[in-house]
């Protein structure tokens, strides 16, 4: 939502600079002098800081609430940070949503100042009692600690709260009432390759390149020919979007032979097109059951009495 920014003003009777914030007035000393400019600077920057809010007009006396606080995390700095360069939402977003759904549902009309460490711990409890993992608990709880140091960053609540809420020590493997996930193993090569007769040759593809060069999902189905470097031995890809992009890396996938005779067929004239197409898919999909129909669709059609009347025409296939 786009604000206005207050202007910097004049209070004639006592020739003052004046800023208006929020219904606030603010004297700023001299009109046009440079201790009074330096202080709106100042004053503007902190606003806009706050993101065109001001806490006195958003929250009770004593603070937000937990609710209140969530809501500002979440429209001030979640859904703005959490965002890739094209605009899409991250995953971490989803993230904070699950984590911060216990919290809200039971202490979501506490004030912020007063959740204590105590409290943070029967959050985590309620996690431990629906069945979440350890691991699973301890990033969650993580992303609450991390939520109150947006607040003390943005001087919603006192930095005793968050100080107070680092106390609290993550879950400990085999001293916790929380489960314990298996180790995730490498899937049998027999099991992925009784699946080549059951997928369409594009995903088959894809499910090959994985195994062979080890790249994420996300990363193989935005395979483009503008963003593979044919030009050595060992074909380089670089993906247009990437997991850790936002820490400003780069991130680099090397094909060697056998992943290059996967790819070679898929390679496209129009540079920017991606490799794997789901329309592709679905239109070939489309004609192998055309061609595997017995009764023509016409036969069909005359069955359900759709034809003679306009209802439907028939145009062969």
Not at 61 to 68: K, Y
């Amino acid at each position: 939502m786009h604000c206005r920014i207050p202007s910097y003003r004049c209070y004639k009777p006592k020739n003052l600079g004046l800023v208006v914030i929020d219904s606030k007035q603010h004297y700023l000393g001299r009109y046009g002098s440079p201790e009074s400019v330096a202080a709106y600077n100042r004053l503007i920057q902190e606003w806009l800081a706050r993101a065109g809010a001001s806490p006195a007009h958003t929250t009770p006396a004593g603070g937000p609430s937990i609710n209140e606080l969530i809501l500002a995390f979440w429209t001030r700095y979640a859904e703005r940070h959490y965002r890739r360069p094209d605009g899409t939402p991250t995953g971490e977003l989803g993230n904070y949503r699950d984590s911060l759904r216990p919290l809200r549902r039971l202490y979501g009309t506490t004030l912020a100042l007063d959740f204590r460490p105590l409290a943070l711990k029967a959050v985590r409890q309620a996690m431990i009692d629906a069945g979440l993992a350890r691991t699973t608990i301890n990033q969650r709880v993580g992303r609450i600690v991390r939520l109150f140091k947006w607040a003390v960053e943005n001087e919603l609540v006192p930095p005793a709260v968050h100080q107070a809420l680092k106390a609290v020590r993550g879950l400990q493997k085999g001293r916790s009432g929380a489960h314990e996930t298996k180790p995730v193993k490498p899937v049998p090569d027999s099991d992925v390759d009784a699946v080549r007769p059951h997928v369409a040759r594009q995903v088959w593809a894809m499910i090959e390149l994985q195994r062979i060069t080890g790249m994420r999902p996300g990363e193989v189905v935005l395979m483009r020919t503008c963003d593979i470097d044919t030009s050595g031995t060992v074909w380089v890809y670089t993906p247009e979007r990437h997991k850790t992009e936002h820490h400003g890396q780069e991130r680099k996938i090397y094909l060697g032979p056998r992943a290059q005779e996967v790819v070679k067929p898929w390679l496209r004239t129009n540079m920017i097109e991606y490799l794997f197409s789901p329309r592709e898919a679905m239109g070939e999909y489309r004609a192998h059951q055309r061609r595997k129909r017995k009764t023509p669709l016409y036969r069909m059609a005359l069955g359900l009495g759709l034809t003679s009347y306009g209802l439907m025409t028939y145009v062969p296939l």
